[in-house]
């Protein structure tokens, strides 16, 4: 890849970032990121924030070329950082500063005039949704508006790329909402490419065009949401009832079944078989809920969102799409289980249970699994 000749926003060719400590944060990564909204994604520690740093020249590569509008960020930082928006993961914002003063400050080290900077911190605190908020101390402000706060100063110099690094950070589910339809409003209504650094596949999937993922500083794909998520020659079945009358007659009439959960997946070899199937459904006098093609999914890029790691003998296992987490260790089971809500604790091969008022004690985090993978593309 010739990178001076190719019309990205971002391009890299065999980037490399080594720390002293021999810990390969990047390797040999090269690819290109195209106008819109992109995600960045990867596991925590997958190299993501490193990544940025880089593009942003705050940290030197060990190795390899990387262009961001066509600068190379080693030598024309200042440049870079003029015409490109950071919005940092971590809470860095000044407690005793009002949001419009320190917004106002944020445009003047970007280069704007008094007057000017004024004029834009306001605008972007509108965009943002803080300009009734704007005079008062940021120290008072909830976590949802602190973030609204890093986006508002990262735009207000109307920058040609905005870089957020998980923008979603600490929000609760109504949070999260509002931040993505603000995200994807920049990105197809202000004319900004957005590149959007996140761990929550789900998220990504809703709002972005493309998607580059890593893990463990190596590319794994990059391409167009639409191409990761094509239909497959499968065909998901569910009813609401009488599933194992279903599976049985479609395997009588010579269909290749295969049950996950309650649904019912068939190999989709021609049109009969949706014939096939609706007929059986049909004559068994069963509520069909669901019949369409299975479509690949994001999280199928890190085995399907499930990490395994063995230790003396135990198994732990990180469903976050499931809503499950699992750590047996010296033959005890933990379950939290954010989506059903219930939390056990069996340790030595013993119970331990801790139930009020004759209750059995749940976590409800209103609803919502946190998914560090989460294929069904909800915040």
Same mark, same amino acid.
């Given at each position: ?76 930082? %200042? ?44 605008? #972007? ?46 929000? !609760? ?35 972005? !065009?493309?998607?580059? $993922?890593?893990? %463990?500083?190596?590319?794994?794909? #990059? ?16 009813? $609401? ?16 079944? %295969? ?11 021609? !049109? ?7 007929? $059986? ?21 890190? #085995? ?7 230790? %003396? ?16 260790? #010296? ?40 998914? $560090? ?7």
């Amino acid at each position: 890849m010739t990178l001076t000749a190719t019309p990205t926003l971002i391009a890299t060719e065999a980037l490399t970032k080594r720390y002293a400590n021999g810990v390969a944060a990047l390797s040999d990564l090269t690819v290109g990121v195209e106008p819109g909204i992109v995600g960045l994604v990867g596991a925590n520690g997958a190299g993501k924030s490193t990544l940025i740093k880089i593009l942003l020249g705050l940290l030197p590569p060990t190795a390899g070329r990387v262009r961001v509008l066509g600068l190379d960020p080693k030598t024309d930082a %200042a440049q870079v950082r003029s015409r490109v928006g950071y919005m940092p993961e971590h809470d860095c914002l000044p407690p005793d500063l009002a949001a419009a003063e320190f917004v106002t400050h944020m445009a003047r080290i970007s280069g704007l005039p008094r007057t000017a900077a004024r004029e834009r911190a306001s605008e #972007a605190l509108r965009h943002v949704g803080l300009y009734e908020e704007r005079y008062r101390q940021i120290g008072g402000y909830s976590t949802g508006m602190k973030q609204r706060v890093k986006l508002a100063q990262a735009l207000v110099h109307d920058p040609d790329l905005l870089l957020l690094d998980e923008p979603t950070n600490g929000l !609760d589910p109504a949070g999260r909402e509002a931040m993505l339809v603000l995200i994807h409003r920049i990105g197809t209504e202000f004319g900004i490419s957005v590149v959007v650094c996140s761990h929550l596949l789900g998220e990504v999937e809703r709002i972005c !065009d493309s998607l580059i $993922a890593i893990d %463990a500083g190596h590319l794994l794909r #990059a391409d167009r949401i639409s191409a990761m998520t094509e239909a497959r020659d499968v065909l998901v079945v569910e009813v $609401a009832e009488g599933t194992d009358e279903l599976v049985a007659r479609l395997g009588g009439l010579g269909l290749q079944i %295969a049950r996950e959960g309650h649904a019912v997946l068939v190999p989709l070899l021609d !049109d009969a078989t949706y014939d096939q199937i609706v007929g $059986a459904v049909a004559e068994l006098d069963l509520p069909l809920h669901r019949l369409d093609q299975r479509r690949h999914r994001v999280a199928e890029l890190f #085995a399907g969102g499930e990490q395994r790691d063995n230790r %003396a003998g135990g198994e732990q296992r990180d469903n976050r799409a499931g809503g499950e987490q699992r750590d047996n260790r #010296a033959g005890g089971e933990q379950r939290d289980n954010r989506a059903g809500g219930e939390q056990r604790d069996n340790r030595a091969g013993g119970e331990q249970r801790d139930n009020r008022a004759g209750g059995e004690q749940r976590g409800n985090s209103a609803a919502t699994p946190v998914d $560090a993978v989460d294929p069904g593309g909800r915040p």
